[in-house]
């Protein structure tokens, strides 16, 4: 989310980079009520309103009904599931990286319906058109984004063949 953030004139990569950490925050314990105990939990630890509409519109038309509208919104919505994806074509390469993970492998994966089939692709695409921004550009924005970070989500390959 940081590393989106530079896309758009403004916009504080501090702040996103928060929504991009707290947003499932309540998942694992709370998965019926996803985004909503998030909301709840950010609510009770005094953070800002438009954090906490940030975390509850990543699960519009899914959980919530809160329609992304701030740039923030729309890249974290639309990226949510996408990272999923990444993640999962990252470690099926021998390297076990993202660095070296290219725009046509990801979306050779991405068509394939039976690869990470937990993925919602009908959600990227929704947010790729929210943002007005082609597949192709959110797969890549994405795939270099996760680049700038691929140590700290432990998929820089360091782990490859352990």
């Known amino acids: 989310m940081r590393a989106l953030s530079a896309r758009f004139p403004g916009a504080d990569p501090d702040e996103w980079g ?11 314990k709370y998965p019926d009520q996803h985004c909503h105990k998030a909301a709840e939990i950010l609510q009770d630890d005094g953070y800002d309103r438009t954090l906490i509409r940030a975390v509850m519109s990543h699960g519009y038309g899914i959980v919530t009904d809160i329609k992304p509208e701030r740039d923030l919104e729309k890249v974290l919505y639309t990226i949510d599931e996408l990272t999923g994806l990444i993640t999962a074509a990252a470690l099926m390469r021998p390297s076990k990286s993202v660095l070296d993970l290219e725009l046509k492998s990801l979306k050779k994966k991405y068509k394939t319906p039976s690869f990470a089939a937990g993925v919602d692709r009908s959600i990227i695409e929704k947010g ?9 550009d959110v797969l890549e924005s994405t795939i270099q984004a996760m680049r700038t970070v691929a140590t700290d989500i432990g998929l820089d390959g360091s782990a490859a063949g352990t």
């Open 128 to 136: 790729a058109e929210m943002l007005g921004w082609t597949l192709d």
């Open 18 to 28: 928060m929504a991009g950490l707290l947003h499932d925050l309540d998942y694992e």
